[in-house]
């Protein structure tokens, strides 16, 4: 596959889980944290390890919002 179509894939898939996480869906969370790891692969197979530290902080980032939104406050749905 193309470095171009996996690129558009990738941005999908990151606009898709952020327009859930928007909507106060949970479920957008953990999609985002699990995308983590196609999106590493792609860094190590296009060899952007810089971008890896960028996964590395968003899965950090998702997880804790995963877990915020449990509770009421945190806009569980």
Same mark, same amino acid.
């Given at each position: 596959?193309? $470095? +171009?179509? /996996?690129s558009?894939?990738? %941005? &999908?898939g990151?606009?898709?889980? /952020? +327009?859930l996480i @928007?909507r106060?869906i !949970?479920? #957008?969370w953990l999609?985002? &944290? &699990?995308f983590?790891?196609? $999106?590493s $692969?792609?860094? $190590?197979a /296009?060899?952007q390890? #810089?971008?890896l530290?960028?996964? @590395?902080?968003? #899965?950090w980032?998702?997880f804790h919002?995963w877990r &915020?939104? !449990?509770?009421p406050q #945190?806009g %569980? !749905?």
């Amino acid at each position: 596959m193309s $470095v +171009w179509v /996996t690129s558009l894939m990738i %941005s &999908l898939g990151s606009v898709g889980g /952020t +327009w859930l996480i @928007a909507r106060g869906i !949970r479920a #957008g969370w953990l999609f985002m &944290l &699990l995308f983590q790891a196609p $999106v590493s $692969v792609y860094d $190590v197979a /296009t060899r952007q390890y #810089g971008f890896l530290l960028i996964s @590395a902080l968003g #899965g950090w980032a998702y997880f804790h919002g995963w877990r &915020l939104a !449990r509770t009421p406050q #945190g806009g %569980s !749905r």
